[in-house]
């Protein structure tokens, strides 16, 4: 609107290092140095209110919110499905292999750069019934640039299983991270894995969500017994925060799947997604 004013302001307000600062700044993230597109179309598509089943798979969409965004350094991401520091990172095994140890996973060829993340609740994708009210939340991540990607736009780019994995034992709550490998050990992730500063207490079902410079993390505590989903939580909306029915059983088992999405075939990695389900 202030460019609109004169051609003065329009000159001002459309340089680049304008938006460029805009971005960092609300983002809270480093200078990548280099990016595909103008900084004015970037911040335009991290804060017009878009998220990734807004482009597709919208009838499965109930809510969402924001997390804010990380960095990553490396083209080396850790994602696991237990919020707990690793003595050691596994190297050359298979992912499901990883996942059915530890419940973790590597992933390489990352884009490096600024990443977004989001926290999604969507229904239940095993089947099509409006009625159905099985729901699952997902951490899903994605490189800044990828929406303003042709390959995405165009539908060419698409997310894939890369592994799934099926904890039947009991747990308190869903969680999910994706870290940096390369900055794993920096104190700032000691808060993440410090979970009873963050998670709230066991009877807060709200989910909590903790991001660092070089990583973001997601916990919902899971509920004892069927008859308070019922009478409590059946129905609830929570108007200025995330509308979460996710709600499951800490008797029941979770069932996890990582999902990424490649630049193409053999391309960078772009976006990423952590999925929980009550089993």
């Known amino acids: 609107m202030l460019a609109t004013t004169s051609r003065w302001f329009h000159r001002i307000i459309m340089e680049e290092s304008v938006w460029k600062f805009a971005c960092l700044r609300d983002l809270q993230v480093p200078d990548p140095r280099h ?149 794993l050990n920096d104190s700032s992730n000691s808060e993440i894995f410090d979970l009873k500063s963050w998670v709230g207490k066991p009877n807060d079902w709200q989910p909590k969500v903790m991001i660092t410079l070089h990583a973001v993390a997601v916990n919902t505590n899971l509920q004892e017994n069927e008859e308070n989903l019922r009478t409590q939580f059946g129905k609830t909306t929570l108007s200025h925060k995330l509308d979460y029915r996710f709600f499951p059983l800490s008797e029941a088992g979770l069932n996890v799947k990582y999902h990424a999405m490649r630049a193409g075939a053999d391309g960078e990695v772009v976006s990423i997604r952590i999925s929980q389900q009550l089993l």
């Not at 298979?94 to 530890?102: G, P, Q, R, Y």
């Not at 640039?145 to 780019?157: A, K, P, R, T």
Request: aromatic share 10%; proline share 3%.
């Open 35 to 183: 990016v595909a597109f103008k900084w004015i179309k970037l911040y335009a598509s991290a804060f017009d209110g878009s998220h990734s089943f807004t482009f597709r798979q919208r009838e499965k969409h109930i809510d969402w919110m924001r997390i804010g965004a990380f960095f990553l350094d490396s083209p080396v991401a850790l994602l696991t499905e237990k919020l707990i520091c690793p003595s050691e990172i596994p190297k050359e095994e298979k992912i499901e292999k990883m996942l059915e140890s530890s419940g973790s996973c590597v992933l390489t060829n990352m884009k490096t750069g600024i990443w977004i993340a989001d926290l999604q609740l969507v229904r239940c994708p095993v089947c099509d019934l409006n009625t159905c009210d099985g729901t699952m939340q997902t951490l899903d991540a994605r490189h800044i640039e990828l929406f303003l990607s042709e390959g995405y736009q165009n539908g060419s780019w698409d997310y894939e299983m890369i592994g799934s994995h099926d904890s039947k034992k009991h747990a308190d709550g869903a969680s999910g991270g994706i870290f940096d490998i390369a900055h």
